[in-house]
C-alpha cells in the first residue's frame, strides 16, 4: 500500500513539473510574441466552450420538434435559428483559428531558434567542448523548428479540453452528480500506469542521447563533403553504414516493447471505459423510456456522457504526452539558463560589471603580456595541460613556439586570448591584471588565424572582412590584407572577384586550395588592426617556401606589435626573436635561435634533427 502511495506521490509530482513546464511555456511564448498568442488562447477558450453549446441547441431543438405540435412552429424556428447561428460561429472560430495558429506556429518557431542561438554566442568555448552540454544544445536546436509550438498547442489544448470537460460535466451533474464521479474515477485509473511507463521512456531517451549523437555523427560522416574523400578510399561506407544501422536497430527494438506495454495497458482501461458508458447510456434510455426525460434531453446526456468521458481521457493523454515532451521543455529551460563559461560573458554578468573601473572601460592598447605562474587543466581534467608558465610577450617582438604534439601550444595560446577561465596563476596585461579590463575590448585586439580555422562557405568579401565587420565594403582595405597573405591574385582572378562565392556548399561555388583557404584566413586576421597576431601552424597547409614567405612577411608587419607563431618546422622558427620550446604543458627552454643552439638542448637536437633530415634529402636528390 506504502509502495502504491510513494508512486501515487511520484506520479503526482511529475503531474505537478508538467503543469509548472506549461506554464513557464507559455510565459516564454508570451514574451516572445503577444500579438498571437493572446488571440490564440482566447479562442482556445472559446472553442472549449463550442461543444456544449452545439450540444445544448440541438438538444432544445430536438426537444422543441418533439413537442412542437404544443407549442407551435415560431418556437421550433428560433431553436433553429440558434443552432445556425452557432454552427456558423463555430465555422468563424475555426477559420480565425487557422489564421493566428499558422502565424503564432512561425513565429516561435523563429522567435526560439534565434533564441538558441542568441544563448549560444554567449556561451565558452569550454561549454561547447562539454559533451553534455553539447547533447543539450544538439537537443534543443534540432527540434527547436517544431517543438516549442507542438508543446504550446497540446497545452492550448488542455486547457479547451477542461473547459469542455467543466461545462459537460455540469450539464451531467444536473442530471445525476454520480455519473461524473463513475467517469472520473475509471479515467484517473489509467493516469498511474500510463505516467509509469511514460517515465520508463524519458529513462531511455534520456539514456539513449549518447548513442544519438553517435548515429548522428555516423550520418554526418557518410553525407558530409568534408569527409566523403577518406570514407571513398578508405572504403568505410559499409562500415560506418551497419553501425548505423545496428544503432537504429537497437533503438527500434526498445521502441517496440515499450509500444507493445502501452498498448496492452490502454487497451484493458478503453474496455474498462467501454463498460461503463454503455450502462449509463443504458440508463439514459431507460429514464426517456418511461418518460422521465425527452428524446431531445436523452440525445444531450448521451452526447454528454461521451464528451466527459472524451474529454477527461483528452485532458489527461494531453498531460501524459506533454510530459512526454518535458524532457524537450526540461532540456530547452535548462540550456536557457545555463551559466555560461566564457570569460567575456560572465565578465559582463558580473554585478559589478557595471561598476568596472575607468581604467577597464577605457580602450585597451596590449603593448605586453605577461604569464605569471600560469596553470590550467581543461575541465573534467585531472592533470594540468599548462604548467606554471613564466612568459612575457613584448610588442615589437615575433615569438616562436615549438614543441612536440600536444606539449600545450595551442591551449597557451588559449588562454592567451581569454577563451578560457579557470586557470591559476594571473595573466598580465601591460603589468595589470588582464580581469581588470573589459575582457571583450582585450580579444577586440587580438588576431587570430586558428589551425582549424573556419572555411565560411560565403564570399571572398565575408571570409576576409569577418576579421573586421566595420570594413566588410571597403574593398581597398580587403585588398590590402589579401595582398598581405599574398592572395590577391587568387581573389582577382575569380569570376566575381571579392563577391565570389567561396566553396562548395552553395550555387556557383568556387572551391580553393587548402592552402588558398589558410592564406584567405590569414588576411582575415590581418585585416583586423591588433596589438596582438598569432599564427596557430602556418606551415599546415603551405610548402616551406611559402610558409617562410609569408613568416617573412609576418615579421615585418609585427614590428609594431605582438607577433605569436606555432610551427613545427624550426626553419621558420628561427625567424623569430624569441623562441619558447614547450614539453608537457611547460616553458623548458626560451632564447634566440642563436642562443638556444648554444644552449645544446631540446631545440638544439630538434634542429639537428630536421637539418639533417633535409641534408640526407639533398643528399640523394
Ligand atoms: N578541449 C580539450 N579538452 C581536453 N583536453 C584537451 C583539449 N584540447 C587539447 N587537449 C589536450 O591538451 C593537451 C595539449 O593540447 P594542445 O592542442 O595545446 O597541444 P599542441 O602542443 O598545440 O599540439 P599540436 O602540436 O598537436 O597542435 C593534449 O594532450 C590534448 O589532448
Known amino acids: 500500500m506504502n509502495f502504491i502511495w510513494k508512486g501515487c506521490q511520484h506520479e503526482l509530482a511529475s503531474l505537478w513539473k508538467t503543469v509548472r513546464h506549461g506554464l513557464q511555456l507559455f510565459r516564454l511564448i508570451f514574451r516572445m510574441n503577444k500579438k498571437y498568442m493572446i488571440p490564440s488562447m482566447m479562442l482556445h477558450i472559446i ?174 560522416l557518410l553525407t558530409n563533403d568534408s569527409t566523403f574523400k577518406e570514407v571513398k578510399i578508405f572504403q568505410l561506407g559499409s562500415y560506418l553504414l551497419n553501425r548505423y544501422r545496428d544503432l537504429l536497430h537497437g533503438f527500434f527494438l526498445v521502441d517496440r516493447r515499450i509500444l507493445l506495454k502501452r498498448i496492452r495497458v490502454t487497451f484493458l482501461y478503453d474496455m474498462l471505459e467501454m463498460v461503463a458508458l454503455f450502462w449509463l447510456i443504458g440508463l439514459a434510455i431507460h429514464e426517456t423510456f418511461i418518460g422521465v426525460m425527452m428524446i431531445g434531453s436523452l440525445y444531450g446526456y448521451i452526447q454528454a456522457i461521451m464528451l466527459t468521458q472524451n474529454q477527461m481521457n483528452g485532458v489527461i493523454q494531453g498531460l501524459v504526452q506533454f510530459s512526454q515532451n518535458n524532457l ?119 588576431g587570430v588565424v586558428f589551425q582549424d580555422f573556419v572555411h565560411y562557405e560565403m564570399s571572398a568579401r565575408h571570409n576576409i572582412g569577418f576579421g573586421s565587420l566595420a570594413e566588410l565594403e571597403q ?39 587548402g592552402g588558398q583557404w589558410q592564406r584567405i584566413a590569414i588576411a582575415r586576421a590581418i585585416l583586423r588592426s591588433a596589438d596582438v597576431y598569432i599564427l596557430d601552424e602556418p606551415s599546415s597547409f603551405l610548402d616551406p617556401l611559402a610558409e617562410r614567405d609569408l613568416l617573412q612577411l609576418f615579421m615585418h608587419l609585427m614590428r609594431d606589435t605582438i607577433g605569436i607563431f606555432i610551427t613545427h618546422r624550426i626553419s621558420s622558427a628561427r625567424l623569430a626573436d624569441q623562441i619558447l620550446v614547450m614539453e608537457d604543458g611547460r616553458i623548458i627552454e626560451q632564447g634566440s635561435h642563436a642562443e638556444l643552439i648554444r644552449l645544446g638542448g631540446v631545440y638544439a637536437q630538434m634542429y639537428q634533427v630536421q637539418a639533417s633530415s633535409f641534408a640526407e634529402e639533398v643528399a640523394v636528390n
Open 475 to 513: 574593398d581597398e582595405r580587403l585588398m590590402d590584407a589579401a595582398k598581405v597573405a599574398a592572395i590577391d591574385q587568387v581573389i582577382a582572378n575569380l569570376p566575381n572577384g571579392l563577391d565570389t562565392q567561396l566553396g562548395k556548399w552553395f550555387d556557383e561555388g568556387h572551391q580553393l586550395s
Open 47 to 220: 472553442q472549449g466552450a463550442v461543444p456544449v453549446m452545439t450540444l445544448m441547441v440541438t438538444q432544445n431543438l430536438l426537444n422543441s420538434v418533439s413537442v412542437g405540435w404544443k407549442e407551435g412552429e415560431y418556437r421550433v424556428l428560433s431553436h433553429f435559428v440558434w443552432f445556425i447561428v452557432i454552427y456558423v460561429f463555430k465555422n468563424f472560430i475555426d477559420v480565425a483559428q487557422s489564421y493566428v495558429e499558422g502565424n503564432l506556429q512561425a513565429v516561435i518557431s523563429n522567435s526560439m531558434n534565434v533564441m538558441i542561438c542568441e544563448k549560444s554566442t554567449t556561451l565558452g568555448l569550454a561549454d561547447f567542448e562539454n559533451a553534455s552540454i553539447n547533447d543539450q544544445l544538439k537537443r534543443v536546436s534540432q527540434e527547436s523548428t517544431y517543438r516549442p509550438y507542438q508543446l504550446y498547442s497540446q497545452m492550448a489544448g488542455i486547457t479547451s479540453g477542461i473547459i469542455t470537460l467543466i461545462s459537460s460535466a455540469i450539464l451531467l451533474v444536473l442530471w445525476k452528480w454520480w455519473v461524473v464521479l463513475v467517469i472520473f474515477i475509471i479515467s484517473t485509473f489509467s493516469i498511474y500506469s500510463i505516467f509509469k511507463i511514460n517515465r520508463e521512456q524519458f529513462q531511455i531517451y534520456l539514456d539513449r542521447t549518447p548513442k544519438y549523437r553517435e548515429s548522428w555523427y555516423m550520418t554526418y
Open 328 to 446: 524537450y521543455m526540461e532540456q530547452l529551460l535548462l540550456f536557457l539558463q545555463l551559466p555560461t563559461s566564457d570569460p567575456v560573458n560572465r565578465q559582463k554578468q558580473l554585478p559589478s560589471a557595471t561598476e568596472l573601473s575607468c581604467h577597464a572601460n577605457a580602450s585597451v592598447q596590449i603593448t605586453q603580456i605577461s604569464f605569471n605562474q600560469v596553470s590550467f587543466a581543461y575541465p573534467g581534467q585531472d592533470s594540468d595541460t599548462i604548467r606554471e608558465v613564466d612568459v612575457t610577450f613584448k610588442k615589437g617582438q615575433t615569438v616562436a613556439i615549438v614543441g612536440k604534439n600536444g606539449s600545450g601550444k595551442s591551449t597557451l595560446m588559449k588562454l592567451l586570448m581569454q577563451l578560457y577561465k579557470d586557470y591559476r596563476g594571473t595573466i598580465q596585461v601591460n603589468g595589470r591584471n588582464v580581469l581588470d579590463y573589459d575582457l571583450q575590448k582585450v580579444q577586440e585586439r587580438m
